[in-house]
């Protein structure tokens, strides 16, 4: 036994192995001998002389004792207009902005439906003529049922019927005069159309 396992048809290592490892083990002996020509210090020096040199970091001081804070993080400088995007609305909410136009204008629109089948129409001039004889033929009818009473009411019954008739010829006489005064009529429409 090798140490491998055959899982599913492929080989497997076996867990007992370690993973290579990145420090050096107590047992290796670290290459000696090997010397670098290179003058740090001159190199460092002529880096540092030719160099350029080191922009200082922006700052700002609130206070005569000199407390001093990133000018960046404060907020003073305006990095935000210098930006490719700035002043754009973002898309999510022109698209919030659209959906609410859309549903507002469905819903004018189903408004505007509703009122359409709600609207008032307006009689005509030859249903306007032919209601009011029609009030005035039930006037006379009712008028001349009121010329039958005998003159002596002495029942209850009697009394009753005259003072419906008197009703019914007064509420005619009101519809009448209201039709007659105003020449345009309009009629509420139940919406059952």
């Known amino acids: 036994f090798s140490?491998?396992?055959?899982?599913?048809?492929?080989?497997?290592?076996?867990?007992?192995?370690l993973p290579a490892l990145s420090v050096p083990r107590r047992t290796d002996h670290p290459v000696m001998g090997i010397q670098s020509k290179k003058n740090f210090i001159n190199a460092n020096a002529v880096a540092a002389i030719t160099g350029l040199p080191k922009k200082p970091q922006p700052i700002y001081v609130d206070r005569r004792q000199g407390d001093k804070y990133l000018l960046e993080t404060s907020g003073l400088v305006p990095k935000y207009i210098k930006k490719k995007d700035?002043?754009?609305?973002?898309?999510?909410?022109?698209?919030?902005?659209?959906?609410?136009?859309?549903?507002?204008?469905?819903?004018?629109?189903?408004?505007?439906?509703?009122?359409k089948n709600r609207a008032m129409k307006q009689l005509s001039d030859e249903e306007r003529n032919s209601l009011l004889q029609g009030l005035k033929k039930n006037w006379e009818e009712v008028y001349r049922e009121f010329q039958g009473l005998s003159v002596e009411i002495d029942t209850i019954s009697k009394k009753i019927y005259k003072e419906k008739l008197e009703l019914q010829m007064k509420q005619l006489e009101h519809d009448i005069e209201v039709i007659e005064k105003h020449k345009v009529i309009y009629i509420a429409n139940d919406g059952n159309a």
């Open 3 to 17: 140490g491998e396992r055959i899982v599913g048809g492929k080989k497997e290592q076996d867990s007992k192995k």
């Open 86 to 115: 700035y002043g754009v609305t973002p898309k999510y909410v022109t698209r919030r902005n659209e959906e609410r136009k859309r549903a507002q204008k469905e819903q004018e629109a189903s408004n505007l439906e509703h009122l």
